[in-house]
């Protein structure tokens, strides 16, 4: 890679040749407009100037190329390397993507888009230090040792009053979870005032923690405007909590960043609308290239979904994002990856086997409220699940010595 430069890696489509797609991005999103002007001069596009590094020619995705793209010549596909001059835009992560996103999915030259990966230079690191805590801070913070870290989501979604959403906790917390987290969809409404569900949730947090020597992490929701993370931080902060959590695609990556420069708290990074970026196979920005940023700017858990979810990856897709969450960035930048979609105790051994580590948060909804045994036996089942897949046992044989599985595996079995 160029000196200081980022290098993005696009898949390109066009009815142009690719090495005229390629230039055209280049040069649209660094020295370049649609025709050569007086100030672009010779020494300013060498300088400045986003430069090709390599293009591979690969079969197109399925289906029909972007509305309003050029026709022309037969359709071309390929992966782009383009590196930009990190003097364009300095180490800046809005800026950043100014650069590698901006007007480049407009472009009528560009029958398809996408942002497949990040090169980040080490400059960027001495502005973004990343996650705090990570998942080794995470479990220092929950009291948890190695293995499986089982948590689940408030359920139903909304609704819920602070008191009943404190009695769920409760449930959780002496059930034997280690994490819970708000959903996406509850921050700070007129029905739950997040002052009043902290002050709830924490009383029974810290009842349970005095009855089993272990406190229950609890990821508070504080998505708003950027102006009131801080102030909604600190209200979890002075109330005893441990973990934040913001959906970052709501804050955007600069409300993250924010939020990282003034955290004593774990940041839970929700996913929520993700979708839209990522679902694609011809547009938007992968989930790859995503979650570096999302590192990058602090956050210490990061949704990755996870195996037989009810969205629309693939197995095979989870487990890249899993894979991409858990790989170095920049020399460290350690992310927490959370599971969570449809999670139950019969998805366990086959993330076992695909993903081979203990060291991910497993979020389950309906896999433990919905269990027939009620909210501690979903729990147990869940771990349970995971120990047999540690051990190798099949799941029907664990079950015959495990009620909490067994039932699982009764009720959830056929779905």
Not at 336 to 341: A, C, N, R
Request: hydrophobic residues 45%; charged residues 20%; negative net charge.
């Amino acid at each position: 890679m160029s000196a200081a430069a980022v290098r993005a890696t696009y898949l390109l489509e066009s009815h142009l040749p690719l090495e005229r797609a390629a230039a055209v991005v280049a040069g649209e999103q660094s020295s370049g407009t649609f025709v050569r002007v007086a100030g672009e001069t010779d020494d300013l596009r060498a300088r400045f100037g986003a430069r090709v590094v390599a293009i591979e020619p690969v079969e197109p995705p399925p289906g029909d190329p972007l509305p309003g793209a050029m026709n022309g010549g037969r359709l071309a596909s390929g992966r782009v390397a383009i590196d930009f001059p990190l003097e364009n835009f300095g180490p800046s992560i809005p800026n950043l993507l100014a650069a590698v996103t901006g007007n480049l999915f407009e472009l009528r030259e560009l029958a398809g888009v996408k942002l497949l990966d990040l090169e980040l230079p080490d400059e960027l690191a001495a502005a973004y230090p990343g996650p705090r805590f990570g998942p080794r801070g995470t479990r220092e913070l929950m009291g948890a040792g190695d293995g499986i870290l089982i948590g689940s989501i408030v359920k139903p979604s909304v609704g819920l009053t602070p008191a009943q959403t404190a009695a769920l906790v409760s449930e959780l917390a002496n059930g034997g979870a280690d994490f819970v987290k708000d959903d996406e969809l509850t921050a700070n409404p007129p029905h739950a005032p997040l002052r009043e569900r902290v002050a709830a949730v924490m009383a029974a947090v810290e009842d349970a923690a005095q009855r089993h020597g272990r406190k229950l992490m609890y990821a508070f929701n504080i998505t708003d405007d950027i102006s009131r993370l801080r102030e909604h931080h600190d209200l979890v902060l002075e109330a005893g909590g441990s973990c934040v959590m913001v959906c970052v695609n709501a804050v955007g990556l600069a409300g993250v960043s924010y939020l990282r420069e003034h955290a004593q708290l774990p940041i839970h990074v929700h996913r929520a609308g993700l979708g839209a970026l990522t679902r694609s196979p011809r547009l938007g920005v992968s989930f790859r290239a995503f979650q570096k940023l999302v590192r990058l700017a602090g956050g210490d858990h990061f949704h990755a979904n996870g195996m037989a979810n009810k969205f629309y990856e693939t197995d095979d897709e989870a487990l890249e994002a899993i894979r991409a969450l858990r790989e170095p960035l920049l020399g460290g930048y350690e992310c927490l990856p959370v599971l969570s979609s449809a999670q139950w105790a019969g998805t366990a051994p086959a993330t076992y086997e695909r993903v081979g580590s203990t060291d991910l948060l497993v979020l389950a909804g309906g896999g433990i409220h919905a269990h027939p045994g009620g909210t501690a036996a979903g729990v147990a089942s869940i771990r349970q699940g995971w120990e047999a897949a540690i051990a190798g046992v099949p799941l029907p044989e664990y079950a015959r010595h495990h009620r909490a599985l067994r039932q699982a595996l009764e009720h959830f079995g056929a779905r």
